[in-house]
């Protein structure tokens, strides 16, 4: 077994399994996101507290890579401060998942992050569009 073969296998596990699947009642920030070509979909909703992500929960459907991404990258913004999870990018992504879905799928390892960043950025009432279009 390859170490892509491990990586993918998480991928699938989180996908299966989802880590902090469900909602936050009065989140300090939310966002929907979709994939057009698709119609997958995704709501995040995070818990800010002097300045950190305290909690962070998601819903949604999609393929096995956009859903996994999701429960592996809500567990890694947990407990980050605001300025880390804004400066979160492309690379910083496939270190977590492990795993360079191909130019044809990165829109599906992206979304959750689009997502994200897209909360964080409203919350802290800074421009979304230009901050998120590189993913
Ligand atoms: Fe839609 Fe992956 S196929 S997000």
Redesign the pocket.
């Known amino acids: 077994m390859t170490d892509l073969d491990i990586y993918a296998e998480e991928l699938i596990h989180h996908y299966e399994h989802p880590n902090n699947k469900g909602e936050i009642a009065k989140p300090s920030a939310k966002m929907h996101e979709e ?1 057009i ?4 979909k995704i709501d995040i909703f995070l818990l800010i507290e002097d300045g950190k992500v305290k909690d962070v929960k998601f819903h949604g459907s ?6 996994g991404t999701a429960s592996m990258l809500t567990d890694e913004i947990k407990g980050k401060n605001l300025a880390e999870v804004e400066k979160m990018d492309k690379a910083g992504l496939l270190k977590v998942i492990g795993i360079d879905p191909g130019p044809v ?1 990165m ?3 992206t ?1 959750s992050l689009r997502a994200i960043k897209k909360a964080v950025l409203e919350y802290e009432k800074k421009p979304v569009d230009t901050a998120t279009k590189e993913l």
């Open positions: 994939n070509s698709c119609g997958d999609g393929c096995v890579i956009s859903m799928r829109h599906c390892a979304l």
